[in-house]
Nanobody, 115 residues
Framework: QVQLVESGGGSVQAGGSLRLSCAAS?????????MGWYRQAPGKQRELVAT???????NYADAVKGRFTISRDNAKNTVYLQMNSLKPEDTAVYLC????????WGQGTQVTVSS
């Protein structure tokens, strides 16, 4: 079983920045997992924000390219999401995901961007 705990959410004004963290724990070799950030706004479906593979390849949703950066520290079993130039439409609950064969989810952290 993999446990994921997100932190770093909050309220910021448009143009601001936040850094989300996801601490992973469990018996698995987490460095082998593909890690990702997803988000879900009220009344909308959950959507991909960014993923990072075990070797470090990254993928971003078009809406966040050039503004968000995903990274991982395998020694700390932690994945990060640096979010810059935030927009009101980035407001959502941000969830961490770990995937190799099964998929695991954290509880999420709220990000609110005001105009």
């Amino acid at each position: 079983q993999v446990q994921l705990v997100e932190s770093g959410g909050g309220s910021v004004q448009a143009g601001g920045s936040l850094r989300l963290s996801c601490a992973a724990s469990g018996p698995a070799i987490l460095s082998r997992f593909t890690m990702g950030w997803y988000r879900q706004a009220p009344g909308k479906q959950r959507e991909l924000v960014a993923t990072i593979t075990s070797p470090g390849s990254t993928n971003y949703a078009d809406a966040v390219k050039g503004r968000f950066t995903i990274s991982r520290d395998n020694a700390k079993n932690t994945v990060y999401l640096q979010m810059n130039s935030l927009k009101p439409e980035d407001t959502a609950v941000y969830l961490c995901n770990a995937r190799i064969l099964n998929s695991y989810w954290g509880q999420g952290t709220q990000v609110t961007v005001s105009s």
